[in-house]
């Protein structure tokens, strides 16, 4: 039985990008499983304009834009991103950073919005990294934000969003918190407002329990009128990138506490999917359509 609810989504977030750990196919399997669950109808899904120029400013300089755009990144710039550049992959990434602000428009609506895509919390104002073209959490948290809302990114992903935390390092009114492996990618971790580095080999109660311990402290120093939600999926335990140690349930609790957070709190949240690449297509797949169901249902 259908949610109710709608979902963003593009065909256009998968991407040939070749050989390379990054599987752009996963959008495609989430979508099909969820239609396939019931969850969502064809018609549930939205697909989301590409984020303007003036958008975009909010976040990345003009002239980084401008790279993307015209498709002028230079050999070090792809070195650094660690894509391929191609029009297909600009005109991905255009469509995902309108599709997380869409996601947080719609969650004003209902409560809850999944964006079947985004979470590239690695892209700074002037320069793409690690697989991040264009930081759509960041975004979609500075259109909430210019809508008067004090704003909180919960980073779940295995690695430390140092450009989200770069962008909004003046900003007190958008909290930025990750929690990750800290023996990993990037090698220089920038400031957030909270960091928690995990040691590796971190099981999934203790990862929860820390998860927790950390949201009633935000609670202390922070009250959020609206939630930005990254949750990686490369947490888990057979990830090709990750040293940590959640299993598949593990990170559906994880994601029920994030849920219970938000609803404890009565704000909406936007949900972007961020990382996830384990040795097993479907195991990347599964993770994911887990969050969005549990965001889902009520």
Partial sequence: MSSGKKAVYSPF????????????????????KLIKSGLYGEKDFISPEPATGE???KVHTREYISKIKDGTLSYADEIKLELPYSKELARS???????????????????FCVHLGGGFHHAYPDHGEGFCVFNDA????????????????IDCDLHQGNGTAVVFKDNSEVFTFSIHQENNYPLYK?????????????????????????????????SPDFVVYIAGADPYEKDQLGGLNLSISDLEDRDRIIKDFALRHKIP????????????????????????????CS
């Fill in 55 to 57: 958008e975009l400013l």
């Fill in 13 to 32: 977030y998968e991407v040939d990008i070749g050989l390379h750990v990054f599987p752009t196919a996963k959008y495609r399997l989430v979508k099909e």
């Fill in 190 to 222: 920038e400031k957030s407002d909270m960091d928690i580095g995990l040691a590796d080999g971190t099981f999934g109660a203790d990862y929860n329990l820390t998860l927790e311990k950390a949201l009633r402290e935000i609670e202390k120093r922070f």
């Fill in 138 to 153: 960041a975004l979609g948290a500075a259109a909430m934000n210019e809508k008067g809302m004090k704003v909180l990114i």
């Fill in 93 to 111: 990434n255009f469509l995902c950073a309108g599709g997380t602000m869409s996601a947080c428009r719609l969650a004003l609506e209902q409560d």
């Fill in 269 to 296: 949240a936007s949900v972007v999917f961020a990382g996830g690449y384990a040795l097993l297509l479907d195991d990347t797949a599964e993770i994911h359509f887990n969050t969005a169901r549990i965001f889902s």
